[in-house]
């Protein structure tokens, strides 16, 4: 199983990015996809699911109406837009998959949010 993060960057608050995660190993579409977060010093934050089909999802309040999770199971691809950008957004952002009770997860990507 692999997963691979891209997208990140430094942001001006109110800004936007799109992060993408690339996934292999295993059969994409049968599977939920989640994008965690962990900024320093705190514990790692789920942020946003989809399901296999793509047709589900869901979000905490912190990021609920500003981030969007979409998924390409033709390209074994999941998406995060994120929008209306924070400076309490700052964090490394990963890919996450759960396969037989077993998580998986990307090296991240940062996202830093700052004027």
């Known amino acids: 199983v692999q997963l691979v993060e891209s997208g990140g960057g430094l942001v001006q608050p109110g800004g936007s990015l799109r992060l993408s995660c690339a996934a292999s190993?295993?059969?994409?579409?049968?599977?939920?996809m989640n994008w965690y977060r962990q900024a320093p010093g705190k514990e790692r934050e789920l942020v946003a699911t989809i399901s296999n089909t793509g047709s589900s999802t869901s979000y905490p309040n912190s990021v609920k109406g500003r981030f969007t999770i979409s998924r390409d199971n033709a390209k074994n691809t999941v998406y995060l837009q994120m929008n209306s950008l924070k400076p309490e957004d700052t964090a490394v952002y990963y890919c996450n998959v759960v396969l037989s009770g077993r998580a998986y997860w990307g090296q991240g990507t940062q996202v830093t949010v700052s004027s």
């Open positions: 190993g295993f059969t994409f579409k049968w599977y939920y």
